[in-house]
């Protein structure tokens, strides 16, 4: 356990469905992230969230939207997705925010294995 | 753009034996840190060891140690004594700790280890 849970831990939906993923941290962390872990591709960044305001979007599809209503939740709003947006997507978050987030540990959620039909 | 690569994609060793994974990166920067995760078949991404560039000395954690080569830009990751709970995917991974992209973190694409009892 690294204090970062997801939920739900398996989604399934089809291309015209809307779904949210959540992750929620224990640790007081400053920085949230999302990853996208698809087979044989290396880990991508999706977003950054730094004190509840978005400072890294890797030029993510609009399908794809982000939310930080506070400092330890932050989901991710799924519509209208590809079948190839299916991966493993992860929640992370380190201690300090802001410039002295790229010196910190990340903390992994376990991760949401999502499949789009 | 930072970039890092691991160039074995997958590496074997006995239990007991001690195995040593590669990673180089590419940076423009002169100080930093690097990062080794590792991925167990549970999928939850746990830090394995992590080293300041500015630091000499090469960072130990228990069975897990660095050799960390700055001028060659080498972030080698040694398991003496592996042991069966050691089988996972490891990644090497750089953070960006400048300009906006606070935490954001570049990973490579990964090395599976079998570890054989």
């Known amino acids: 356990e690294t204090g970062v849970t997801q939920t739900p831990r398996h989604l399934v939906m089809g291309m015209t469905n809307k779904k949210s993923l959540k992750c929620e941290q224990h640790?007081?962390?400053?920085?949230m992230y999302w990853y996208k872990q698809s087979a044989k591709k290396p880990l991508e960044l999706m977003f950054v969230y730094n004190f509840k305001e978005q400072t890294e979007n890797n030029s993510v599809p609009s399908r794809f939207s982000p939310e930080c209503p506070n400092s330890s939740h932050l989901f991710l709003h799924l519509h209208t997705l590809q079948p190839e947006d299916s991966a493993l997507y992860l929640c992370a978050s380190s201690p300090r925010g802001g410039t002295s987030a790229g010196t910190d540990t990340q903390y992994f959620g376990p991760g949401t294995r999502l499949t789009v039909l | 753009a930072q970039t890092v690569t691991q160039s074995q994609p997958e590496m074997s060793v006995q239990e007991a034996e001690t195995v040593t994974l590669s990673c180089t990166y590419d940076t423009s920067e002169s100080d930093y840190y690097l990062f080794w995760y590792k991925q167990p078949p549970s999928r939850q991404m746990i830090l394995v060891i992590r080293q300041e560039a500015y630091k000499q000395q090469n960072a130990t954690e228990n069975r897990f140690s660095v050799n960390f080569q700055k001028a060659a830009k080498s972030f080698s990751l040694k398991i003496s004594d592996s042991q069966l709970g050691d089988a996972a995917m490891y990644f090497c991974a750089y953070p960006n700790a400048g300009g906006t992209s606070y935490g954001k973190l570049t990973f490579g694409q990964g090395t599976i280890l079998t570890v054989h009892p």
């Open positions: 640790l007081g962390h400053n920085a």
